[in-house]
């Protein structure tokens, strides 16, 4: 016998021991291993509650190129994050409660304010980018906040469960049905959920009108209010406490009646943050929360200015012309905050030197003959 067979005789009753042991093995079935997360998509809805007429703010005739979903889970420190397309977005969700929040574009997409603390739920919060102010007549005010870019909002509170993770077949259905119905009614299939979400625009168009005696003296006009909410809390769909001050440069005047009269009056509009959190409502308010100043540039060059404290005289108003409280989310639907001053501002009567001196006019009477619009300063 050669020493190659002596070897094989030699190791054969470890391979029989080896045969043996794996014959007597428990065989287990090949387990399949399926992830432990429900696929859901949030539509979101921005235009429903978004300004249509055409006297409210025109930013929001048009849909966002993107938007922001974020979103909490209780077992959870740091948000789910996803940025991309307009309207809706899938994400694979597992087991927990989450608290959304929506909003449109991206962190990076918003040029004239911030955002901070944005890893929190409930701290969450943007506010209006600042400048210096530069000139002269309006040194009292250390700096203005920007004009807020257009955005929406929208907030919700969902559970994905264990029942919803283990549907093995496929149906499509909407979350809300799934809550009404139950899962019995659904039994033995699996979901491609869908979420609807609603925004609501988190700023206001803040619209103002005074009536000028004299009008056809004016050369030129800039004003400024103070005590408007300077943001707003995401969670809480509010304002924030903290204010600032708006400039206003893009008055328009019109003549009312017979030029003779030059009795006329002036608009201007921008969009802000509205009023800030609990002055709301006008019985909240000190009439010197809101002070709007005029600086009146004359055809003569000179110069006068006129001090209002216009916090009792600004309204919410709906597209019905009805007053709107401001103060819960439903609330905030095709809403504007007007000022009207409710006297008259007289300003120098300056007779004019020359024909054309002054308002550069578009004489183009209405149909009743008595109001007239000027093409600017």
Same mark, same amino acid.
């Given at each position: ?205 803040? =619209?103002?009108? @005074? +009536?000028?005696? #004299? ?6 006009? *800039? $004003?400024? &209010?103070?005590?408007?909410? !300077? ?76 001090? =209002?404290?216009? @916090? +009792?005289?600004? #309204? ?6 009805? *007053? $709107?409280? &401001?103060?819960?989310?439903? !609330? ?46």
């Amino acid at each position: 016998m050669n020493k190659r067979s002596l070897t094989t005789l030699r190791a054969l009753p470890a391979i029989l021991t080896l045969l043996l042991t794996l014959s007597t093995c428990e065989r287990r079935p090949l387990e399949v291993v399926t992830p432990e997360y429900v696929q859901v998509t949030i539509v979101n809805d921005w235009l429903t509650n978004y300004y249509t007429l055409g006297n409210y703010d025109a930013n929001y005739r048009q849909m966002p190129t993107g938007m922001t979903v974020m979103l909490w889970g209780e077992n959870s420190q740091t948000p789910i994050v996803e940025s991309r397309n307009s309207d809706r977005i899938t994400v694979n969700l597992p087991v927990d409660r989450y608290r959304l929040i929506i909003f449109n574009q991206t962190f990076s997409d918003f040029h004239y304010q911030s955002f901070f603390e944005a890893n929190s739920y409930e701290n969450m919060v943007m506010r209006a980018n600042r400048y210096a102010n530069t000139t002269g007549w309006d040194s009292y005010v250390t700096d203005y906040m920007h004009y807020p870019d257009p955005i929406g909002v929208s907030l919700d509170t969902f559970d994905i469960s264990q029942d919803m993770v283990d549907k093995d077949t496929t149906i499509f259905v909407f979350y809300d049905d799934y809550l009404n119905n139950g899962p019995e009614a659904y039994a033995g299939k699996t979901y491609r959920y869908e979420i609807p979400e609603v925004s609501w625009p988190m700023t206001v168009l803040l =619209y103002i009108k @005074a +009536k000028i005696k #004299h009008i056809l003296s004016i050369k030129k006009v *800039e $004003a400024c &209010i103070s005590g408007m909410a !300077d943001g707003f809390y995401f969670s809480q769909i509010r304002r924030t406490t903290e204010t600032g001050s708006l400039k206003l440069t893009g008055w328009v005047p019109r003549l009312t009646g017979d030029p003779a009269d030059s009795l006329g009056y002036i608009t201007d509009s921008i969009a802000s943050f509205g009023l800030p959190y609990g002055k709301e409502l006008i019985a909240e308010r000190d009439s010197a929360d809101n002070i709007l100043t005029f600086n009146i540039t004359l055809r003569n060059d000179s110069v006068v200015q006129y001090t =209002y404290k216009v @916090a +009792k005289d600004m #309204h919410y108003i709906k597209p019905d012309g009805t *007053e $709107a409280r &401001i103060r819960y989310r439903q !609330d905030l639907q095709n809403i504007r905050l007007e000022i009207e001053l409710p006297e008259v501002i007289y300003v120098p009567d300056i007779p004019t030197p020359n024909p054309g001196a002054g308002f550069d006019a578009k004489v183009d009477p209405w149909e009743d003959g008595g109001t007239f619009e000027f093409g600017g300063f």
